[in-house]
């Protein structure tokens, strides 16, 4: 450390201390979901576009907070972090903002601050600004330390494509100065001002990364959360009113148009089957170093399907499916279905006392596992089958397709809930809802181009579109790795495997844009 440094840090340090306990821990940059990918550097050109308060809200928030420039700004910042929040899920926000001009000294050595804040939807609009309103005057209180040597101290790197932290920058020009803004590379910023009884907002954004219509429809989602918290500052934060009373409709109108073609009278295995004829040779299911051709994994599938039926299974007998992510897992769900069947996909690493309970309130058949599984799998009156250890004898079935009796309202799989409130409770999915679902999947088009990656657990819906998505597309379905993997090591997955399609939870994918776009 140098000696003007070790200087500063002495003679600022109760200021150094408050920002490292402030910033402690994983921080995530919440902000806008760009509408381009980002490019490798930060762009030089921003776009202003002017956003309209309500005359009404304007004048409510004047009097709630009394011309306190102070009070408005923190009014203003709750308002962003509530969008900000309601838009991508994320509870730990940061905004940034510039240093009070009114405690600022000449040469002052800092011009950024970084706003945390924990953001829930169980809290009220009052508690959050209350929250707010301390954090901002901490921040003036220890604005003279800088916000560079800050980041140095956190191991913070910074990108060269944006500003580290925070993507969202609020201030009102009259206590920030815009020209402490030069630098930021930030991608929003939310410039305001009270000017002879008026507050006008200019947002400054980068046109690499948004539309302007993404940034206008903020503005109109930004006006709904601030009336929102203005009039019923006791409501909690999920409940409050984002989207307009016009844009509403729309998306109703829309989301109601729910007629669409879709093969409705055929099953799951028959598109597969007919996919199988189209391309038998291409490659349909890819795992760690094995694959397998559609036309390979539909001989298997009939294979255990045979096997099956000489044991009961048929229309809407329950067949558990308790294994590890492995081709002998896809094989087995396409074998249920093709014997008639429908499928209890059950979670390996779940507690034994949920795994008996579904067996036992299923009532399932038959359990097809893993031989590894089967010492850690409670005991039932399901037929036990190993799918791995006992092949030899199933390998000796037929491999041509099984006569199947089943429609579009039979059963595909039951699935279980959560039980957070309460037990788990089954849900009965027919062939003719994950048709609908994928065949063709109008929300992800998919075509035999694809690579989807399957990575959510067999007893999560989201493996419903990944597997069959996928399948009935005739793409290739790769596996995810065995074990749960890192970020970087999904990163490294993703771009060593070409995947071209897959389903994350939103906190997963921000994360995997923040810090491996690459991929």
Avoid at 115 to 129: A, C, F, K, N
Wanted: proline share 5%; with cysteine; aromatic share 6%.
């Amino acid at each position: 450390m140098s000696t003007n440094l070790k200087l500063l840090d002495d003679k600022l340090e109760k200021e150094k201390d408050y920002w490292l306990r402030k910033l402690a821990g994983d921080l995530v940059v919440s902000g806008l979901s760009p509408d381009f990918l980002r490019s490798g550097s930060c762009a030089s050109e921003q776009v202003e576009l002017k956003i309209g308060i309500d005359r009404s809200t304007q004048d409510q928030l004047f009097k709630i907070c009394q011309h306190s420039d102070e009070l408005v700004l923190t009014v203003l910042i709750t308002a962003v972090k509530v969008c900000l929040y309601r838009h991508n899920g994320i509870e730990d926000v940061v905004v940034g903002t510039t240093i009070h001009e009114r405690y600022a000294q000449t040469g002052a050595l800092n011009k950024t601050l970084a706003l945390r804040s924990h953001v829930r939807g169980d809290s009220t609009g009052r508690e959050l600004l209350s929250e707010i309103k301390q954090t901002l005057a901490e921040a003036y209180a220890n604005q003279k330390y800088p916000f560079s040597r800050i980041l140095e101290l956190l191991n913070v790197d910074i990108p060269a494509n944006r500003s580290p932290l925070f993507s969202t920058v609020v201030i009102l020009k009259n206590i920030n100065s815009s020209d402490n803004l030069k630098g930021l590379n930030n991608d929003l910023t939310l410039a305001f001002e009270v000017h002879d009884g008026n507050l006008s907002c200019v947002a400054v954004f980068n046109p690499a990364l948004f539309r302007p219509q993404t940034i206008a429809r903020f503005g109109n989602y930004f006006n709904e959360i601030l009336r929102g918290l203005l009039t019923s500052p006791d409501a909690e934060i999920a409940t409050l009113e984002m989207i307009p009373a016009g844009e509403k409709q729309q998306l109703l109108d829309a989301c109601n148009l729910t007629t669409r073609n879709y093969p409705e009278h055929k099953t799951i295995q028959q598109l597969f089957e007919e996919q199988v004829g189209r391309t038998p040779e291409a490659v349909a299911l890819v795992f760690e170093q094995e694959q397998l051709s559609y036309s390979e994994l539909n001989a298997r599938a009939n294979q255990l399907a045979h096997h099956l039926r000489s044991l009961g299974v048929g229309p809407e007998v329950l067949v558990g499916v308790c294994m590890e992510r492995s081709v002998e897992l896809v094989v087995s769900l396409l074998a249920v279905l093709k014997a008639g069947g429908a499928y209890l996909p059950l979670d390996p690493a779940n507690p034994m006392q949920r795994l008996s309970f579904i067996i036992e309130n299923a009532a399932a058949a038959v359990l097809l596992t893993h031989e590894k599984c089967i010492e850690s799998l409670p005991a039932s009156w399901a037929q036990v089958i190993s799918v791995d250890s006992e092949w030899e004898t199933i390998g000796r079935e037929s491999a041509e397709n099984p006569v199947c009796e089943v429609g579009p309202e039979n059963l595909a799989y039951v699935m279980y809930t959560s039980g957070s409130t309460g037990e788990p409770k089954g849900v009965c999915v027919p062939h003719r809802a994950v048709v609908r679902l994928v065949s063709p999947a109008e929300f992800a088009p998919l075509t035999s181009a694809d690579r989807v990656l399957q990575l959510a657990p067999v007893a999560f819906d989201a493996s419903t579109f990944e597997v069959w998505g996928a399948l009935l597309a005739g793409a290739r379905l790769v596996l995810g790795p065995a074990e749960q993997p890192t970020l970087a090591e999904l990163a490294d997955y993703i771009k060593s495997q070409r995947i071209s399609t897959m389903w994350l939870t939103a906190g997963l994918f921000h994360q995997m844009v923040e810090r491996h776009l690459e991929a």
